[in-house]
Nanobody, 122 residues
Framework: QVQLVESGGGLVQAGGSLRLSCAASEFTFSNYAMGWFRQAPGRERALVSAISATGGRTAYADSVKGRFTISRDNAKNTVLLQMNRLAPEDTAVYYC???????????????WGQGTQVTVSS
């Protein structure tokens, strides 16, 4: 079955950077748009960023524009999220997603990773 394995989360001070990585397997990665969503305590899961199958189109939540960058390597079945100038409000569990739903920008997905915790201290 589809597997999405995130890595790269952790604890960082405000203003710092982290890079999340998602390794995908058991599906034709290059055929699908991919996304990163996040869920903070008490809040709904929401889109952070998405990238089209070829990488030619991207989308970002307004709150992360100019700070986060999504990219993908179709040869390695990997999607990355570079997060710079992190702020405490970025604290959440970050999920890699495949087979996105809800148009563009996407609102959900069929397949999800297990999530990786990102904590930004002030």
């Amino acid at each position: 079955q589809v597997q999405l394995v995130e890595s790269g989360g952790g604890l960082v001070q405000a203003g710092g950077s982290l890079r999340l990585s998602c390794a995908a397997s058991e599906f034709t990665f290059s055929n699908y748009a991919m996304g990163w969503f996040r869920q903070a305590p008490g809040r709904e899961r929401a889109l952070v960023s998405a990238i089209s199958a070829t990488g030619g189109r991207t989308a970002y939540a307004d709150s992360v524009k100019g700070r986060f960058t999504i990219s993908r390597d179709n040869a390695k079945n990997t999607v990355l999220l570079q997060m710079n100038r992190l702020a405490p409000e970025d604290t959440a569990v970050y999920y890699c997603a495949a087979n996105l739903r809800g148009g563009w920008p996407p609102e959900g997905a069929v397949y999800w990773g297990q999530g990786t915790q990102v904590t930004v201290s002030s």
